[in-house]
Protein backbone atom coordinates (compact mmCIF):
# COMPACT_ATOMS: atom_id res chain seq x y z
CA UNK A 1 0.00 0.00 0.00
CA UNK A 2 1.76 3.17 -1.03
CA UNK A 3 1.11 6.11 0.80
CA UNK A 4 0.72 9.78 -0.73
CA UNK A 5 1.79 13.11 0.62
CA UNK A 6 2.49 16.28 -0.27
CA UNK A 7 4.15 19.17 1.78
CA UNK A 8 5.45 22.76 1.87
CA UNK A 9 8.89 23.43 1.85
CA UNK A 10 11.32 26.14 0.83
CA UNK A 11 14.86 26.04 -0.62
CA UNK A 12 17.36 27.08 1.91
CA UNK A 13 20.26 26.59 -0.05
CA UNK A 14 21.91 24.20 -2.56
CA UNK A 15 25.22 22.08 -1.01
CA UNK A 16 26.89 20.45 -4.18
CA UNK A 17 24.30 18.28 -5.89
CA UNK A 18 21.66 18.53 -3.28
CA UNK A 19 19.34 21.59 -2.40
CA UNK A 20 18.98 21.67 1.11
CA UNK A 21 14.66 22.01 1.73
CA UNK A 22 13.14 23.14 4.74
CA UNK A 23 10.18 21.29 4.68
CA UNK A 24 6.57 21.62 6.59
CA UNK A 25 6.01 24.22 9.49
CA UNK A 26 8.75 22.60 11.67
CA UNK A 27 11.18 23.64 8.48
CA UNK A 28 12.83 20.07 9.08
CA UNK A 29 15.39 20.12 6.71
CA UNK A 30 15.87 17.25 3.88
CA UNK A 31 18.35 16.70 1.59
CA UNK A 32 17.04 16.57 -2.18
CA UNK A 33 18.84 16.01 -5.71
CA UNK A 34 19.30 18.54 -7.20
CA UNK A 35 18.40 17.10 -10.77
CA UNK A 36 14.48 16.18 -8.78
CA UNK A 37 13.86 20.40 -8.60
CA UNK A 38 13.10 22.67 -11.57
CA UNK A 39 16.13 23.71 -13.49
CA UNK A 40 14.77 27.25 -12.77
CA UNK A 41 14.70 26.74 -8.84
CA UNK A 42 16.39 29.18 -6.63
CA UNK A 43 17.44 29.98 -2.91
CA UNK A 44 14.42 31.06 -1.43
CA UNK A 45 11.35 29.23 -3.64
CA UNK A 46 8.62 27.70 -1.95
CA UNK A 47 7.91 24.25 -3.46
CA UNK A 48 5.10 21.62 -3.18
CA UNK A 49 6.55 18.41 -2.64
CA UNK A 50 4.91 15.09 -3.30
CA UNK A 51 6.39 12.28 -0.91
CA UNK A 52 5.52 8.77 -1.87
CA UNK A 53 6.29 6.32 0.60
CA UNK A 54 7.87 9.18 2.85
CA UNK A 55 10.18 9.16 -0.34
CA UNK A 56 10.39 12.74 -2.00
CA UNK A 57 8.84 11.91 -5.64
CA UNK A 58 8.12 14.93 -7.24
CA UNK A 59 8.96 18.92 -6.34
CA UNK A 60 7.12 22.13 -8.12
CA UNK A 61 7.91 25.64 -7.64
CA UNK A 62 4.84 27.41 -5.83
CA UNK A 63 5.47 31.45 -6.69
CA UNK A 64 2.34 32.76 -5.25
CA UNK A 65 3.72 31.59 -1.73
CA UNK A 66 6.92 32.74 -2.53
CA UNK A 67 5.79 35.92 -3.68
CA UNK A 68 3.39 36.07 -0.34
CA UNK A 69 6.30 35.48 2.26
CA UNK A 70 8.94 37.59 0.27
CA UNK A 71 6.63 40.49 1.12
CA UNK A 72 5.52 39.45 4.56
CA UNK A 73 9.19 39.07 5.62
CA UNK A 74 10.62 42.39 3.68
CA UNK A 75 7.73 44.30 5.69
CA UNK A 76 8.93 42.74 8.87
CA UNK A 77 12.55 43.56 7.90
CA UNK A 78 11.34 47.30 7.62
CA UNK A 79 9.79 47.38 11.11
CA UNK A 80 13.41 46.06 12.54
CA UNK A 81 15.32 48.01 9.90
CA UNK A 82 13.72 51.38 11.05
CA UNK A 83 13.50 50.59 15.00
CA UNK A 84 10.41 50.59 15.26
CA UNK A 85 10.34 46.85 17.39
CA UNK A 86 12.14 49.00 20.00
CA UNK A 87 9.65 51.20 20.68
CA UNK A 88 6.52 51.17 22.65
CA UNK A 89 4.46 47.87 23.12
CA UNK A 90 5.46 46.36 20.24
CA UNK B 1 18.90 -6.61 3.68
CA UNK B 2 19.24 -3.07 3.60
CA UNK B 3 17.41 -0.78 6.08
CA UNK B 4 17.24 2.52 7.30
CA UNK B 5 17.16 4.01 10.49
CA UNK B 6 15.75 7.77 11.39
CA UNK B 7 17.21 10.36 13.88
CA UNK B 8 15.10 10.31 16.69
CA UNK B 9 15.95 14.55 16.77
CA UNK B 10 15.15 15.93 13.38
CA UNK B 11 14.24 12.51 11.38
CA UNK B 12 16.14 12.70 9.04
CA UNK B 13 17.20 9.30 7.14
CA UNK B 14 20.44 7.59 8.67
CA UNK B 15 22.36 4.54 7.80
CA UNK B 16 21.79 1.89 9.88
CA UNK B 17 25.67 2.09 11.38
CA UNK B 18 25.22 5.73 12.15
CA UNK B 19 26.31 7.34 15.61
CA UNK B 20 25.92 10.38 14.80
CA UNK B 21 22.94 12.39 12.90
CA UNK B 22 24.15 13.53 9.90
CA UNK B 23 21.52 16.06 9.85
CA UNK B 24 21.59 17.27 13.29
CA UNK B 25 24.54 16.07 14.76
CA UNK B 26 23.28 14.28 17.47
CA UNK B 27 24.47 11.32 18.68
CA UNK B 28 21.99 8.68 18.48
CA UNK B 29 20.77 6.20 21.44
CA UNK B 30 21.64 2.99 19.80
CA UNK B 31 23.60 1.11 23.24
CA UNK B 32 25.82 -1.24 21.60
CA UNK B 33 27.62 -2.78 25.03
CA UNK B 34 26.74 -3.51 28.07
CA UNK B 35 29.60 -3.62 30.92
CA UNK B 36 29.23 -5.15 33.45
CA UNK B 37 30.31 -3.94 36.87
CA UNK B 38 33.09 -6.60 36.76
CA UNK B 39 34.03 -5.16 33.20
CA UNK B 40 33.93 -1.97 34.54
CA UNK B 41 36.24 -2.74 37.77
CA UNK B 42 38.72 -4.15 35.12
CA UNK B 43 38.55 -1.21 32.49
CA UNK B 44 38.92 1.06 35.33
CA UNK B 45 42.16 -0.48 36.73
CA UNK B 46 43.65 -0.78 33.90
CA UNK B 47 42.84 3.02 32.46
CA UNK B 48 44.62 4.16 36.17
CA UNK B 49 47.66 2.09 35.42
CA UNK B 50 47.87 3.03 31.89
CA UNK B 51 47.75 7.00 33.13
CA UNK B 52 50.45 6.24 35.86
CA UNK B 53 52.56 4.42 33.01
CA UNK B 54 51.98 7.34 30.90
CA UNK B 55 52.78 10.04 33.80
CA UNK B 56 56.29 8.14 34.01
CA UNK B 57 57.25 8.16 30.96
CA UNK B 58 56.33 11.79 29.42
CA UNK B 59 57.80 14.66 30.89
CA UNK B 60 55.52 17.83 31.98
CA UNK B 61 52.02 17.97 30.50
CA UNK B 62 52.19 16.81 26.36
CA UNK B 63 48.50 16.10 25.91
CA UNK B 64 47.60 19.34 25.57
CA UNK B 65 48.27 21.38 22.07
CA UNK B 66 49.83 24.82 23.19
CA UNK B 67 52.02 26.88 22.11
CA UNK B 68 54.32 29.54 23.49
CA UNK B 69 56.06 32.74 22.66
CA UNK B 70 59.39 30.46 24.13
CA UNK B 71 58.62 27.37 21.69
CA UNK B 72 58.23 29.23 18.76
CA UNK B 73 60.85 29.87 16.48
CA UNK B 74 61.34 33.73 17.48
CA UNK B 75 63.26 36.40 15.41
CA UNK B 76 64.07 39.52 14.89
CA UNK B 77 63.41 39.96 11.75
CA UNK B 78 60.33 38.32 11.70
CA UNK B 79 59.01 41.12 14.04
CA UNK B 80 60.55 43.84 12.21
CA UNK B 81 58.64 42.15 9.39
CA UNK B 82 55.36 42.76 10.60
CA UNK B 83 52.67 44.69 8.67
CA UNK B 84 51.90 48.04 9.23
CA UNK B 85 50.25 47.74 12.40
CA UNK B 86 52.11 46.79 15.68
CA UNK B 87 50.70 43.87 16.01
CA UNK B 88 53.66 40.63 15.42
CA UNK B 89 51.53 37.54 14.15
CA UNK B 90 53.25 34.79 16.00
CA UNK B 91 54.21 32.01 13.96
CA UNK B 92 54.64 28.88 15.62
CA UNK B 93 55.40 25.34 14.49
CA UNK B 94 52.48 23.09 14.29
CA UNK B 95 52.23 20.55 16.31
CA UNK B 96 50.69 17.40 16.20
CA UNK B 97 50.09 16.78 19.69
CA UNK B 98 46.98 15.74 20.16
CA UNK B 99 44.90 18.07 22.00
CA UNK B 100 43.25 17.18 25.79
CA UNK B 101 39.60 17.29 26.59
CA UNK B 102 41.18 18.45 29.75
CA UNK B 103 42.28 22.10 30.33
CA UNK B 104 45.29 23.62 31.42
CA UNK B 105 44.35 26.85 31.77
CA UNK B 106 41.99 27.40 34.28
CA UNK B 107 38.50 28.03 32.52
CA UNK B 108 38.25 31.71 32.49
CA UNK B 109 39.89 32.24 36.38
CA UNK B 110 42.03 34.63 35.00
CA UNK B 111 42.99 35.24 38.71
CA UNK B 112 44.89 32.36 38.81
CA UNK B 113 47.34 32.85 36.27
CA UNK B 114 47.31 36.83 36.76
CA UNK B 115 46.72 36.75 32.98
CA UNK B 116 43.16 38.22 30.61
CA UNK B 117 42.15 35.41 28.37
CA UNK B 118 39.91 35.39 25.23
CA UNK B 119 38.17 32.48 24.65
CA UNK B 120 36.82 31.33 21.53
CA UNK B 121 34.93 28.14 21.22
CA UNK B 122 34.18 26.55 17.96
CA UNK B 123 30.78 24.71 19.28
CA UNK B 124 30.19 21.05 17.79
CA UNK B 125 26.71 22.12 16.43
CA UNK B 126 26.38 19.22 13.81
CA UNK B 127 26.42 20.55 10.09
CA UNK B 128 26.45 23.96 10.64
CA UNK B 129 28.48 27.00 12.30
CA UNK B 130 28.29 28.57 16.21
CA UNK B 131 31.26 30.34 17.82
CA UNK B 132 30.88 31.79 20.92
CA UNK B 133 33.79 34.13 22.51
CA UNK B 134 34.07 35.43 26.18
CA UNK B 135 36.42 38.34 26.36
CA UNK B 136 38.51 38.53 29.90
CA UNK B 137 35.71 42.05 30.85
CA UNK B 138 32.95 38.91 30.67
CA UNK B 139 31.80 40.57 27.21
CA UNK B 140 30.10 38.09 25.26
CA UNK B 141 29.46 37.39 21.06
CA UNK B 142 28.07 34.28 19.47
CA UNK B 143 28.74 34.66 15.77
CA UNK B 144 25.81 31.88 14.09
CA UNK B 145 23.56 29.53 15.92
CA UNK B 146 23.86 26.03 13.66
CA UNK B 147 20.61 24.47 12.97
CA UNK B 148 17.33 25.18 15.73
CA UNK B 149 18.80 21.71 16.97
CA UNK B 150 19.05 22.85 20.46
CA UNK B 151 22.89 22.12 20.85
CA UNK B 152 24.03 26.06 20.82
CA UNK B 153 21.85 27.01 23.63
CA UNK B 154 22.28 23.99 25.58
CA UNK B 155 26.50 24.30 25.14
CA UNK B 156 26.31 28.03 25.93
CA UNK B 157 23.65 26.84 29.19
CA UNK B 158 26.52 24.63 30.12
CA UNK B 159 28.91 27.32 29.84
CA UNK B 160 27.28 29.38 32.28
CA UNK B 161 26.22 32.11 29.64
CA UNK B 162 23.40 34.22 30.71
CA UNK B 163 23.70 36.66 28.55
CA UNK B 164 24.89 37.39 24.50
CA UNK B 165 26.28 40.94 23.96
CA UNK B 166 26.87 40.71 20.34
CA UNK B 167 24.63 38.26 18.33
CA UNK B 168 26.10 38.38 14.33
CA UNK B 169 24.55 35.95 11.99
CA UNK B 170 27.05 35.86 9.07
CA UNK B 171 24.06 35.16 6.40
CA UNK B 172 20.72 33.87 6.88
CA UNK B 173 20.89 29.89 5.83
CA UNK B 174 19.29 27.72 8.19
CA UNK B 175 22.18 26.07 9.46
CA UNK B 176 23.52 29.29 10.41
CA UNK B 177 20.38 31.01 12.06
CA UNK B 178 18.34 28.13 13.14
CA UNK B 179 19.75 28.17 16.69
CA UNK B 180 20.11 31.74 17.05
CA UNK B 181 16.45 32.20 17.27
CA UNK B 182 16.39 29.57 20.31
CA UNK B 183 19.08 32.07 21.74
CA UNK B 184 17.14 35.39 21.25
CA UNK B 185 14.02 33.83 22.75
CA UNK B 186 15.88 32.25 25.72
CA UNK B 187 18.94 34.63 26.82
CA UNK B 188 19.03 38.60 26.15
CA UNK B 189 20.93 39.52 23.65
CA UNK B 190 22.53 43.53 23.26
CA UNK B 191 22.53 43.72 19.66
CA UNK B 192 22.37 41.69 16.37
CA UNK B 193 24.38 42.58 13.38
CA UNK B 194 23.77 41.31 10.17
CA UNK B 195 24.49 42.03 6.33
CA UNK B 196 21.02 42.70 5.62
CA UNK B 197 20.58 39.63 3.05
CA UNK B 198 17.27 38.62 3.45
CA UNK B 199 15.63 34.98 2.87
CA UNK B 200 12.35 33.70 2.31
CA UNK B 201 12.38 30.62 4.73
CA UNK B 202 10.44 30.03 7.86
CA UNK B 203 13.42 29.70 9.66
CA UNK B 204 14.55 33.58 8.54
CA UNK B 205 11.33 34.59 9.26
CA UNK B 206 11.22 33.22 13.13
CA UNK B 207 14.57 35.10 13.35
CA UNK B 208 12.77 38.29 12.37
CA UNK B 209 10.09 37.91 15.16
CA UNK B 210 12.29 36.95 17.90
CA UNK B 211 14.36 39.59 16.89
CA UNK B 212 10.98 41.89 17.17
CA UNK B 213 9.73 39.81 20.34
CA UNK B 214 12.82 40.56 22.43
CA UNK B 215 13.42 43.94 20.93
CA UNK B 216 16.82 43.65 20.24
CA UNK B 217 18.45 46.43 18.11
CA UNK B 218 19.13 45.22 14.44
CA UNK B 219 22.22 46.82 12.63
CA UNK B 220 23.10 45.76 9.09
CA UNK B 221 27.51 46.58 8.48
CA UNK B 222 29.66 47.30 6.12
CA UNK B 223 33.18 46.22 4.67
CA UNK B 224 35.70 48.90 7.11
CA UNK B 225 32.48 48.94 9.62
CA UNK B 226 33.64 47.79 13.26
CA UNK B 227 31.47 45.88 16.06
CA UNK B 228 32.13 46.93 19.17
CA UNK B 229 32.62 44.18 21.82
CA UNK B 230 33.55 45.77 25.12
CA UNK B 231 37.04 47.25 25.11
CA UNK B 232 37.54 44.51 21.52
CA UNK B 233 36.11 45.51 18.06
CA UNK B 234 35.09 43.20 15.40
CA UNK B 235 36.48 44.70 11.89
CA UNK B 236 34.00 43.98 9.17
CA UNK B 237 36.04 42.55 6.10
CA UNK B 238 32.98 41.59 4.18
CA UNK B 239 29.43 42.14 4.26
CA UNK B 240 27.49 42.53 0.76
CA UNK B 241 23.57 42.29 1.06
CA UNK B 242 23.06 42.19 -3.01
CA UNK B 243 25.42 39.12 -3.64
CA UNK B 244 23.82 36.53 -5.68
CA UNK B 245 24.17 33.76 -3.83
CA UNK B 246 23.67 33.88 0.03
CA UNK B 247 26.53 32.22 0.59
CA UNK B 248 29.03 35.15 -1.07
CA UNK B 249 27.03 37.80 1.90
CA UNK B 250 28.48 36.63 4.98
CA UNK B 251 29.89 38.68 7.50
CA UNK B 252 33.73 38.37 7.74
CA UNK B 253 35.06 39.49 10.94
CA UNK B 254 38.47 39.98 12.05
CA UNK B 255 38.98 39.93 15.84
CA UNK B 256 42.09 40.83 17.25
CA UNK B 257 43.31 40.30 20.53
CA UNK B 258 46.97 41.07 21.21
CA UNK B 259 49.18 39.58 18.96
CA UNK B 260 46.65 37.45 18.28
CA UNK B 261 44.04 37.16 15.73
CA UNK B 262 41.10 35.67 14.51
CA UNK B 263 39.39 35.72 10.95
CA UNK B 264 35.71 34.56 10.85
CA UNK B 265 34.30 33.92 7.36
CA UNK B 266 30.87 32.25 7.49
CA UNK B 267 29.85 30.96 4.41
CA UNK B 268 32.20 33.12 2.17
CA UNK B 269 32.98 31.60 -1.37
CA UNK B 270 35.68 32.68 -3.70
CA UNK B 271 33.14 35.41 -5.13
CA UNK B 272 33.74 36.86 -1.63
CA UNK B 273 37.18 36.30 -1.32
CA UNK B 274 38.56 37.74 -4.49
CA UNK B 275 36.64 40.60 -3.31
CA UNK B 276 38.56 40.94 -0.22
CA UNK B 277 41.62 40.25 -1.49
CA UNK B 278 40.93 43.20 -3.73
CA UNK B 279 39.89 45.46 -1.26
CA UNK B 280 41.05 44.44 2.11
CA UNK B 281 43.91 42.36 1.38
CA UNK B 282 46.47 43.22 4.04
CA UNK B 283 43.91 43.01 6.84
CA UNK B 284 43.12 39.53 5.71
CA UNK B 285 45.94 37.56 8.13
CA UNK B 286 45.03 35.81 11.21
CA UNK B 287 46.41 33.30 13.36
CA UNK B 288 43.69 31.29 13.62
CA UNK B 289 40.79 30.74 10.70
CA UNK B 290 37.24 29.49 11.08
CA UNK B 291 37.51 27.80 7.62
CA UNK B 292 34.13 28.55 5.09
CA UNK B 293 31.76 26.80 4.57
CA UNK B 294 32.11 23.66 6.48
CA UNK B 295 35.39 23.12 4.57
CA UNK B 296 34.03 23.43 1.25
CA UNK B 297 36.43 23.14 -2.33
CA UNK B 298 34.20 26.32 -3.24
CA UNK B 299 35.94 28.38 -0.58
CA UNK B 300 39.59 28.59 0.81
CA UNK B 301 40.83 29.08 -2.64
CA UNK B 302 45.04 29.27 -2.31
CA UNK B 303 45.58 32.85 -3.12
CA UNK B 304 43.21 33.72 0.10
CA UNK B 305 44.73 31.00 2.44
CA UNK B 306 48.20 32.52 1.12
CA UNK B 307 46.88 36.06 2.34
CA UNK B 308 45.43 34.93 5.92
CA UNK B 309 49.00 32.78 6.29
CA UNK B 310 46.48 30.88 9.56
CA UNK B 311 48.74 28.75 11.92
CA UNK B 312 45.50 26.89 12.99
CA UNK B 313 42.43 26.45 10.43
CA UNK B 314 39.01 25.20 12.24
CA UNK B 315 36.26 24.08 10.35
CA UNK B 316 32.65 22.96 11.75
CA UNK B 317 30.98 20.46 9.76
CA UNK B 318 28.80 17.58 10.91
CA UNK B 319 29.84 13.46 11.09
CA UNK B 320 29.02 12.11 8.13
CA UNK B 321 27.20 14.92 6.09
CA UNK B 322 25.72 14.40 2.89
CA UNK B 323 27.96 17.11 0.97
CA UNK B 324 31.44 15.82 1.77
CA UNK B 325 32.32 18.41 4.30
CA UNK B 326 35.24 19.13 4.34
CA UNK B 327 36.49 18.21 1.17
CA UNK B 328 40.18 16.81 0.88
CA UNK B 329 41.00 19.51 -1.56
CA UNK B 330 40.47 22.34 0.79
CA UNK B 331 42.35 20.50 3.69
CA UNK B 332 44.98 20.01 1.45
CA UNK B 333 45.23 23.38 0.84
CA UNK B 334 44.91 24.40 4.86
CA UNK B 335 48.37 22.01 5.32
CA UNK B 336 50.53 23.19 2.22
CA UNK B 337 50.48 27.09 3.93
CA UNK B 338 51.41 25.26 7.00
CA UNK B 339 48.19 25.29 9.18
CA UNK B 340 47.49 22.79 11.78
CA UNK B 341 43.73 21.43 11.04
CA UNK B 342 41.23 20.82 13.45
CA UNK B 343 37.00 20.40 12.86
CA UNK B 344 33.76 20.01 14.75
CA UNK B 345 33.62 16.59 13.30
CA UNK B 346 36.71 15.51 14.48
CA UNK B 347 37.17 17.16 17.46
CA UNK B 348 33.89 18.04 18.86
CA UNK B 349 34.26 21.42 20.44
CA UNK B 350 36.95 23.34 19.91
CA UNK B 351 38.40 25.81 22.34
CA UNK B 352 41.08 28.87 21.89
CA UNK B 353 42.33 30.35 25.09
CA UNK B 354 44.43 33.01 24.35
CA UNK B 355 46.17 35.57 26.81
CA UNK B 356 46.75 37.49 23.56
CA UNK B 357 50.62 36.35 23.42
CA UNK B 358 49.88 32.70 23.81
CA UNK B 359 47.09 30.56 23.07
CA UNK B 360 46.04 27.05 24.11
CA UNK B 361 43.69 24.41 21.95
CA UNK B 362 41.62 22.18 23.64
CA UNK B 363 39.14 19.70 21.84
CA UNK B 364 36.44 17.45 22.73
CA UNK B 365 37.59 14.72 21.46
CA UNK B 366 41.19 13.61 22.18
CA UNK B 367 42.31 13.00 18.49
CA UNK B 368 45.39 14.38 16.19
CA UNK B 369 44.88 17.02 13.97
CA UNK B 370 43.08 16.71 10.60
CA UNK B 371 45.93 15.81 7.73
CA UNK B 372 45.63 13.77 4.45
CA UNK B 373 48.40 11.64 3.42
CA UNK B 374 50.25 13.08 0.33
CA UNK B 375 50.08 16.13 1.82
CA UNK B 376 53.14 17.83 3.73
CA UNK B 377 53.98 16.07 6.76
CA UNK B 378 52.88 18.36 9.38
CA UNK B 379 55.44 18.30 11.76
CA UNK B 380 57.69 15.98 13.51
CA UNK B 381 55.90 13.51 16.08
CA UNK B 382 58.39 12.51 18.27
CA UNK B 383 56.49 13.68 21.74
CA UNK B 384 53.22 12.57 20.12
CA UNK B 385 52.31 9.73 23.28
CA UNK B 386 50.29 7.39 20.95
CA UNK B 387 50.91 7.61 17.31
CA UNK B 388 47.77 7.31 15.07
CA UNK B 389 47.08 3.70 14.12
CA UNK B 390 45.41 1.49 11.17
CA UNK B 391 44.03 -1.87 10.79
CA UNK B 392 47.15 -2.78 9.23
CA UNK B 393 49.13 -1.94 12.79
CA UNK B 394 47.34 -5.59 14.09
CA UNK B 395 47.60 -9.23 12.99
CA UNK B 396 44.15 -10.13 14.10
CA UNK B 397 40.72 -8.64 14.61
CA UNK B 398 40.91 -9.13 18.09
CA UNK B 399 44.44 -7.39 18.62
CA UNK B 400 42.83 -4.38 16.56
CA UNK B 401 39.75 -4.59 18.89
CA UNK B 402 41.45 -5.06 22.31
CA UNK B 403 43.06 -1.85 21.45
CA UNK B 404 40.03 -0.26 20.02
CA UNK B 405 38.25 -0.69 23.60
CA UNK B 406 41.06 0.16 25.86
CA UNK B 407 40.79 3.62 23.42
CA UNK B 408 37.50 4.57 24.50
CA UNK B 409 35.88 2.26 22.25
CA UNK B 410 33.19 3.53 19.66
CA UNK B 411 32.62 6.74 22.01
CA UNK B 412 35.98 8.24 20.86
CA UNK B 413 37.60 5.96 18.70
CA UNK B 414 40.37 7.98 18.11
CA UNK B 415 42.32 6.11 15.72
CA UNK B 416 39.09 5.71 13.32
CA UNK B 417 39.56 1.86 13.43
CA UNK B 418 35.53 1.57 13.08
CA UNK B 419 34.81 2.97 10.12
CA UNK B 420 31.48 2.04 9.58
CA UNK B 421 30.27 2.88 13.62
CA UNK B 422 29.11 -0.61 14.35
CA UNK B 423 31.07 -0.75 17.20
CA UNK B 424 33.60 -3.46 15.40
CA UNK B 425 37.24 -2.45 14.85
CA UNK B 426 38.77 -3.66 11.40
CA UNK B 427 36.40 -5.84 10.51
CA UNK B 428 38.27 -7.40 7.47
CA UNK B 429 41.10 -8.39 9.34
CA UNK B 430 41.24 -12.38 10.62
New interface residues.
Given amino acids: MTEVHYEQG?I??F??E?A?I?VG?A?????VARAILPPTAR????LRIQFVDHQVKAVELDPET?AA??R???A??A???R?E??RGD? | MSRQTSCSFCGALLQPSARFCSMCGKRLARPRFRLTCGSLLISLIGFILLCSVLNAILPGNTATSSTSRQDRPQSAAMTASSNSSFVTQPQPAPTTQPASPKPTIPHNDTAIAGKQFLEVHVIDVGQGDSILIRTPEGKTALIDGGYDNGLALAYLRAQGINHIDVMVASHPHADHIGGLVEVLNALPVGGFWTSGASHTTGTYERLLDAIDAAKVPYYEVQRGDTIPLGRLTFEVLHSDPNAYELNNTSVVLRLKYGNVSFLFTGDAEQAAEQEMLATVRNQLRATILKVAHHGSHTSSSDQFLAAVQPAIAIYSAGRNNNYGHPHRKTIQALQRIGATVYGTDEHGTIIITTDGVDYHIQTGYDRPPVAYPGSPAIAPSDNTPQRDRDCSDFATQAEAQAFFLANGGPARDPHRLDGDGDGIACEHLP
Avoid at chain 1, 27 to 31: G, I
Avoid at chain 1, 43 to 46: F, I, K, R, S, V
Fill in positions: VDREGYVLQQRPLDEGDWTVRRIQKLRLRGHLG
